[in-house]
């Protein structure tokens, strides 16, 4: 799930609860002001799924130097560039795919437009110090998220099936049915313990923060006074456990003496969706602030109309307002360092590209790495990356179908769970679906449907390593392996459903994830555990050179990522011009 957040996001990401209603216009999107090509250096992939580019066959266009390079165009790497073109900073984003997006992209096949990633959201409507980091962003440039808006998801487990409901009291109707009493007083006794602590967990915005000294007026000066008053406000008691907010969040859970199986087990899942580790890993102040938003009054969840793919049109748009450019179909081939410091890129094909201040990469921790010059990268700043723990990957299951026969009041999502007792971290025991044609109906040709199922991040890519995408062995591996998500989608369409005559069937691999999403052993990004590590932060021992996105901090999921790449921007610029644009968009 990939949670977007507050956006939570079912798929590589955070839970986007992981990341709107409709007036898109069609001629923003940026395949159409960036045309794609599926020939000259494009294969067709094995699975059915669209070409990806794989070579360079033509020079770079345009002029070969900015002030800032920006190497991928995933959602963290397209809130840096657009923050830094509103800061008038002359920004390029260089991409090696023929679609921008990474893992938040969307694709057409037959009419059907997929998700490739988040489709689980909330928070794109909110505005002011509380809002999702990629609301603020998107506030920053001017742009904003056609969404519509819905408060439940189906769940089937192990105890039975019920429509799970965000809010204050719905789903304590749903606990007392399927988990008993004993269960609604401990669900009562965790929210009583811990929305208190959601105005300290949400009082600093990210967007105010930055990676250097500077913090301590665009951030520390500028919002102490409203974190001490949510810490005035929550009295000894509630101010002591706000110290536990950068801990990992079972030892609240634990603290509270919950023993209730269903709600450790419901925490869990949760936990993992967000960030992609269980509750003993996740930071506390993430949980905080998605319970805050998930079980207040109004609450609700929302998708972006015409899918994830608006998102990533929005903050094209928003780049390009202001003056930056995107690059589609430029592989950076590597890293050009020079006296220590980062000069900018070349890329596949051998044409440099000068950077004049800094060089910020998107990719991964362990695909930057392989972008430096080994001799100018300290080994201790490898070593680290090298023992960083990584996520599993991902099996996906992309279908076109027709929605005859299907029950009319088919919920987006669903979420299916085997066997509690084996984790929600085991493998093929989770799987996600999202039918987001249910509420923006154009992502489908008409009486159609569009469905992404996939297993969050559980996938081992040992099972993969090393198969050629094309024998036998690797597509009876595929078959065997994409069949607990056939088995969710049929329980959850119900008799209705028959595969046998979906229009669109693809099933994705963790070699899929890797390949097209240049993702390292196609993971969902570092397993790092609260209270064990932290993510790193964005600066490196190159000089001119940082990081943002899912290996940095905060972490895994659209409203992290969305925090790392305006942190990064923020720090490239002055105090003042950071100071300016805070007061523009009214935080």
């Known amino acids: 799930m990939a949670l977007g957040s507050s956006s939570i996001s079912f798929t590589p990401g955070f839970i986007q609860l992981r990341r709107p209603h409709s007036t898109f216009n069609s001629k923003c999107r940026s395949r159409t002001l960036l045309p794609r090509s599926s020939s000259n250096g494009s294969e067709p992939y094995s699975n059915g799924?669209?070409?990806?580019?794989?070579?360079?066959?033509?020079?770079?266009?345009?002029?070969p130097e900015a002030d800032v390079i920006v190497i991928g165009s995933g959602i963290g790497g397209l809130c840096c560039a657009g923050l830094l073109a509103r800061y008038k900073q002359d920004v390029l984003v260089?991409?090696?795919?023929?679609?921008?997006?990474?893992?938040?992209?969307?694709?057409?096949?037959?009419?059907?437009?997929?998700?490739?990633?988040?489709?689980?959201?909330?928070?794109?409507?909110?505005?002011?110090?509380?809002?999702?980091?990629?609301?603020?962003?998107?506030?920053?440039?001017?742009?904003?998220?056609?969404?519509?808006?819905?408060d439940s998801w189906m769940v089937y487990i192990p105890e039975g099936e019920f429509l799970s409901r965000i809010g204050p009291t719905e789903f304590f109707k749903d606990l007392e049915k399927y988990a008993g009493k004993n269960a609604v007083q401990e669900w009562r006794k965790l929210l009583d313990a811990i929305l208190p602590l959601a105005?300290?967990?949400?009082?600093?915005?990210?967007?105010?923060?930055?990676?250097?000294?500077?913090?301590?007026s665009t951030a520390g000066a500028r919002y102490a006074p409203s974190l001490l008053k949510s810490f005035a406000q929550m009295g000894p008691q509630g101010a002591l456990s706000a110290t536990k907010l950068l801990r990992p969040f079972l030892e609240i859970i634990d603290s509270l003496e919950l023993k209730d199986p269903f709600i450790r087990n419901w925490v869990d899942l949760l936990s993992f969706l967000l960030a992609g580790v269980k509750s003993d890993g996740v930071l506390a102040a993430e949980m905080i602030y998605m319970f805050s938003e998930w079980y207040k009054p109004g609450c609700c969840l929302e998708y972006p109309l015409r899918g994830s793919g608006a998102v990533v049109d929005a903050l094209v748009r928003g780049l390009q307002k202001f003056g930056g450019r995107l690059s589609l179909r430029s592989h950076v081939e590597n890293i050009v360092v020079e006296d220590g410091r980062a000069i900018g890129v070349r890329l596949r094909g051998g044409q440099f590209v000068r950077a004049k201040k800094a060089v910020v990469s998107n990719a991964s921790m362990w695909d930057t790495l392989s972008l430096l010059p080994k001799e100018v990268v300290p080994k201790s700043y490898q070593d680290r990356i090298k023992r960083t723990p990584q996520c599993e990957s991902f099996m996906h299951l992309h279908l076109g179908f027709d929605a005859e026969g299907i029950r009319?009041?088919?919920?987006?999502?669903?979420?299916?769970?085997?066997?509690?007792?084996?984790?929600?971290?085991?493998?093929?025991?989770?799987?996600?679906i999202s039918v987001p044609s249910v509420l923006s109906p154009d992502l489908a040709p008409p009486g159609k449907h569009v469905l992404h199922a996939y297993t969050p991040g559980t996938e081992p890519f040992e099972l993969w390593e090393g198969l050629d995408r094309r024998s036998n062995e690797y597509k009876e591996l595929k078959a065997q392996r994409s069949e607990v998500m056939w088995k969710a989608v049929e329980r959850a369409l119900?008799?209705?459903?028959?595969?046998?005559?979906?229009?669109?069937?693809?099933?994705g691999t963790p070699l899929t994830h890797q390949?097209?999403?240049?993702?390292?052993?196609?993971?969902?990004?570092?397993?790092?555990?609260?209270?064990?590590d932290s993510f790193p932060g964005h600066s490196t021992p190159i000089a001119q050179f940082y990081c943002c996105g899912d290996s940095t901090f905060p972490g895994i999921g659209v409203p992290a990522v969305a925090a790392s790449g305006a942190i990064v921007a923020n720090s490239l610029v002055s105090v003042s011009q950071h100071s300016e644009l805070l007061d523009a968009v009214g935080i």
């Not at 070579?55 to 345009?62: A, E, I, Y």
């Not at 009041?409 to 984790?423: F, K, P, Q, T």
């Not at 028959?498 to 669109?504: I, L, N, S």
């Open 494 to 507: 119900g008799p209705g459903f028959d595969r046998g005559k979906c229009e669109v069937k693809l099933v």
């Open 408 to 432: 009319e009041d088919l919920g987006i999502h669903h979420i299916v769970v085997n066997d509690w007792e084996r984790g929600v971290d085991a493998d093929q025991n989770v799987v996600l």
């Open 199 to 216: 105005a300290a967990a949400m009082a600093l915005p990210p967007l105010s923060i930055r990676g250097d000294w500077g913090v301590l």
């Open 94 to 150: 260089l991409e090696s795919h023929d679609l921008p997006g990474g893992a938040a992209h969307s694709f057409e096949i037959k009419g059907y437009k997929f998700d490739s990633g988040p489709s689980l959201f909330s928070g794109f409507q909110s505005r002011g110090p509380q809002a999702n980091p990629l609301a603020q962003v998107l506030d920053a440039l001017g742009e904003s998220l056609p969404c519509a808006t819905y």
């Open 515 to 532: 390949r097209f999403l240049r993702r390292n052993r196609g993971t969902y990004g570092p397993a790092i555990k609260a209270g064990k």
């Open 49 to 63: 799924y669209p070409s990806t580019t794989v070579t360079q066959n033509k020079p770079f266009q345009g002029k």
